[in-house]
């Protein structure tokens, strides 16, 4: 008897193993999964959005990129996917572990923000503003993460972390 009931047991994992990937899949080919563009910033202070620069510098963590930028007075990280999406959350967090929400005003829609070449501006901008961040410590070589966060209009979500190491 307890032989059958861990066969039953092992048979649902992998049942809900498989449809929990067939669920990814799905999801995959339909477009819906989150890209990470990089990090615009201003290399003198307060430039228009159109004279922002793509940060060509910086690492990995893991599976998370982080750009080097300069917060002056903000940066804009670029996010994407194949099947647009209807909107985007994000949350940054400090290297204290501090986090906050970015407010609503601060996360623009393709089309509407100006930044970067043509495919940055077919994409979603994330503003990276210490002023709207309240409570993060900021200095050299603190990398503030940021945790985006897609949704479609059936309902599906994607996730994804980037990250930018902030430049003083």
């Not at 039953?8 to 080919?29: E, H």
């Not at 990276?128 to 961040?133: F, R, T």
């Amino acid at each position: 008897m307890q032989s059958l009931t861990i066969r039953v047991g092992l048979v649902g994992f992998v049942v809900a193993a498989t449809l929990g990937g067939c669920a990814s899949l799905r999801q995959n080919m339909r477009g819906q999964e989150l890209s990470y563009r990089g990090a615009w910033y201003c290399e003198a202070a307060d430039c228009k959005p159109s004279e922002m620069v793509q940060s060509r510098s910086g690492t990995r963590d893991g599976e998370v990129t982080i750009n080097t930028v300069k917060l002056a007075p903000k940066a804009a990280m670029i996010f994407t996917a194949a099947a647009a999406f209807d909107s985007l959350t994000a949350t940054v967090r400090d290297c204290k572990g501090n986090d906050a929400e970015v407010p609503s005003s601060d996360i623009v829609a393709a089309g509407k923000h100006g930044v970067g070449d043509s495919d940055a501006r077919e994409s979603w901008v994330v503003w990276i503003d210490p002023a709207s961040l309240d409570g993060l410590k900021r200095s050299k070589g603190c990398v503030w993460k940021v945790d985006a966060t897609a949704t479609w209009s059936d309902g599906a979500t994607f996730s994804l972390t980037a990250g930018v190491d902030i430049e003083k």
